[in-house]
C-alpha cells in the first residue's frame, strides 16, 4: 500500500510538471486564458466568450447559408458579424489550395516588454491612445511584433494562437515576391508590356501597359477599385471591377451575364500614362499572378510553398483561395497563423535566415522594394491620399512591388481588407503582423510604426 501511495504521489507530480510544460499553442487548444501583461511570457490570450469560434452550430449554419447565397457573396468583404467568424474559417467559405510547411518549427523565443501596452499613438480622428486602450476598444483580432527573431508582444483578442485568419489584400505581396524571383533570375523583365507574357491580352489596351507598372499599381488603366466617378466598383455589377471578381466567383453578376476574365479586362482602356498615380487595383494582382503561374510553369500557391513557406519553420501549412476553375486568388486568399504571417515576413529581414539557415530573399529583390523613385505619383489618388494621411510626418512615401507605402528609411507596410497589416522593418530587424475585423481606417499601421521605433538601436 505505501509504494503504491508513493507511485500515485509521482504520477500526480508529473502530471502536473506536464501541465506547465505546455507551450501556449499548445495550452490554447483547449482552454483560453488571460496572462497578466507583466507575466513572465507577457502573452494575453483571448477571453474565451470572445473567441470567434465559440458560437453554436446553428449560428456557423446560418453564416454559410447568408454568405452562399448569391446576393450576400461579395459581402465577404466587409466587417460584420457574419465576417468576424467567416474571416477567420476562410476554407469553409472558399476553395483553397495548400502551401506546405516543413521540417522543424524554427521556434520564435520570446524576450517581451510589458511596456508596449502603455505606448500612446495619434490613432484615429487625431486622439491619442495606447496599445492597450486600441486592443480593448477596437476590432482587432490578434498581433505578434518580432524583433531579432524574439516575440516582444503578443496579443489575441477573438482568436487563439494556432487559428488561421484571412489576409486579404496583405496576400498581394505573396505574388509580387514570386514575380521578383522571376525577374530576379532573368526569366521575366519587367520593362516588357503584361501581353508579352499574356497573350489572352493582345489586341487591347495592355499591349501599351509594362509588367512594372502593373506591380506598381500604376497602369493608368480604368476599371480601378476606388478611382471609379461613382466609387462602387466593389458593389455595382456593371462595373468592370465586379465583373471580373465574378468571373472567380469572389461576386456573382445577376443573370446570366458572365465572361471570361480576359474578355472583361480587355474592355479597360488607358485613361492616363504609366506611373502617373498609384491607382489601386487588384486586377493589377491578378494579372500579375497569371504571369508568375505561366512563367514560372506551375501553380503559383506550389511556387510559394517551394520558395518560401516550406523553408522558415512555418507552424501550420498555409491555405489560398483558388476560383473553381483553378486559378490562384493571390489578390486575397492567403490564409494562415498571425506567428507565420511574422514568420513570411521576416523573410525581408536579417532574422530570416536565422529561421531558413539562409537568406530566403536575396538583397537585390529587397532593393526593388525599397526603391522610392516613383514617389511623386503616391498621393495623387485614393490609396496614396489615405496612406500619407496615416503618416504625415514622412515626405517621400512610395508603394512599391504591390506594398502599399515603401518609407524612405526602407521600411514597408501592406495592409488588407478589414484592417489586416504587416509592417516590415528590415534595417531594426523586426516585423509586426497583426489581423482585424474592422473598416481598415483604425490605424494600426500607425501604432505597429511606433511598435517598432520604441525598440531601436
Request: aromatic share 12%; proline share 4%; net charge negative.
Amino acid at each position: 500500500m505505501k509504494k503504491l501511495t508513493q507511485f500515485l504521489a509521482i504520477v500526480f507530480l508529473l502530471g502536473i510538471v506536464m501541465v506547465a510544460c505546455k507551450s501556449p499553442s499548445e495550452k490554447s487548444n483547449s482552454e483560453t486564458i488571460i496572462l497578466d501583461k507583466n507575466d513572465v511570457r507577457g502573452l494575453i490570450y483571448a477571453n474565451p466568450e470572445e473567441v470567434a469560434s465559440n458560437i453554436s452550430f446553428d449560428e456557423v449554419a446560418r453564416i454559410s447559408t447568408y454568405f452562399h447565397q448569391p446576393e450576400n457573396a461579395v459581402k465577404i468583404q466587409f466587417p460584420s458579424t457574419e465576417t468576424e467568424y467567416a474571416w477567420q474559417h476562410w476554407s469553409q467559405f472558399y476553395i483553397t489550395a495548400p502551401l506546405y510547411r516543413s521540417g522543424q518549427v524554427s521556434e520564435l523565443s520570446y524576450n517581451i516588454h510589458p511596456d508596449i501596452g502603455d505606448l500612446s499613438f495619434v490613432g484615429r480622428d487625431g486622439k491619442t491612445e495606447t496599445v492597450d486602450f486600441h486592443f480593448e476598444n477596437f476590432p482587432i483580432d490578434a498581433m505578434v511584433a518580432v524583433k531579432g527573431g524574439e516575440i516582444v508582444y503578443e496579443r489575441y483578442k477573438t482568436m487563439r494562437p494556432d487559428d488561421k485568419h484571412i489576409w486579404f489584400s496583405c496576400s498581394k505581396v505573396t505574388g509580387a515576391t514570386m514575380l521578383a524571383f522571376l525577374e530576379y533570375e532573368g526569366k521575366v523583365d519587367v520593362k516588357k508590356p503584361v501581353t508579352f507574357y499574356l497573350e489572352e491580352l493582345k489586341g487591347s489596351d495592355w499591349d501599351g501597359v509594362t509588367v512594372e507598372e502593373t506591380l506598381d499599381m500604376a497602369t493608368g488603366l480604368n476599371g480601378t477599385e476606388h478611382d471609379e466617378p461613382l466609387h462602387d466598383s466593389r458593389t455595382n455589377p456593371e462595373q468592370i471591377w465586379f465583373r471580373w471578381a465574378a468571373t472567380s466567383d469572389v461576386a456573382v453578376l445577376p443573370g446570366d451575364r458572365s465572361k471570361n476574365w480576359y474578355d472583361i479586362l480587355g474592355e479597360m482602356k488607358r485613361v492616363k500614362p504609366g506611373h502617373e498615380a498609384f491607382e489601386y487595383n487588384s486586377i493589377n494582382t491578378f494579372v500579375i499572378n497569371r504571369i508568375v503561374e505561366k512563367v514560372g510553369k506551375m501553380p503559383m500557391h506550389e511556387q510559394l510553398s517551394e520558395r518560401i513557406w516550406s523553408k522558415l519553420g512555418m507552424e501550420h501549412d498555409a491555405d489560398l483561395s483558388v476560383s473553381p476553375s483553378g486559378m490562384t486568388l493571390g489578390w486575397l486568399g492567403m490564409n494562415t497563423s498571425v506567428r507565420d504571417m511574422a514568420r513570411f515576413g521576416m523573410a525581408f529581414t536579417p532574422s530570416g535566415a536565422k529561421l531558413a539557415g539562409e537568406q530566403i530573399i536575396p538583397d537585390a529583390i529587397i532593393k526593388k522594394i525599397q526603391d522610392t523613385s516613383h514617389s511623386g505619383m503616391y498621393a495623387k489618388a485614393y490609396a496614396g491620399k489615405k496612406f500619407a494621411e496615416s503618416f504625415p510626418d514622412v515626405k517621400g512615401l512610395a508603394n512599391r512591388y504591390q506594398w502599399d507605402v515603401v518609407f524612405p528609411n526602407g521600411d514597408f507596410f501592406k495592409s488588407g481588407v478589414g484592417g489586416q497589416g504587416l509592417f516590415v522593418s528590415p534595417s531594426q530587424d523586426m516585423v509586426v503582423a497583426w489581423f482585424c475585423t474592422g473598416d481598415g481606417n483604425n490605424l494600426e499601421e500607425v501604432m505597429a510604426r511606433e511598435i517598432i521605433y520604441s525598440l531601436a538601436e
